[in-house]
Nanobody
Framework: QVQLVESGGGLVQPGGSLRLSCAAS????????MSWYRQAPGKERELVAG????????NYADSVKGRFTISRDNDENTVYLQMNSLKPEDTAVYYC?????????WGQGTQVTVAS
């Protein structure tokens, strides 16, 4: 079955960096676009970044442009989110997501907390 497993979250000071990973299985990863979402307490889940199946096309929320980079390794079935210059407002649970046959699949999420 489809599985998405995020890792790499944690506590980081403002201005710091983290790299999130999402290990995928149960589908043909190299043919499937992937995305990262986040949900802060009391807020709706929002799109952070997306990447095409081959990795050649990416898109970002305005709030993270220039600070976050999404990438993928199709040999390792993994998608990454490199987060630099982190701000307290980036604090959220970060989720990996894909869509297969019009159905959304989510990982369990990884907590990112930006605080001094």
């Amino acid at each position: 079955q489809v599985q998405l497993v995020e890792s790499g979250g944690g506590l980081v000071q403002p201005g710091g960096s983290l790299r999130l990973s999402c290990a995928a299985s149960g589908f043909t990863f190299s043919r499937t676009p992937m995305s990262w979402y986040r949900q802060a307490p009391g807020k709706e889940r929002e799109l952070v970044a997306g990447i095409s199946s081959g990795g050649g096309n990416t898109n970002y929320a305005d709030s993270v442009k220039g600070r976050f980079t999404i990438s993928r390794d199709n040999d390792e079935n993994t998608v990454y989110l490199q987060m630099n210059s982190l701000k307290p407002e980036d604090t959220a649970v970060y989720y990996c997501k894909t869509v297969l046959l019009l159905r959304n699949y989510w990982g369990q999420g990884t907590q990112v907390t930006v605080a001094s």
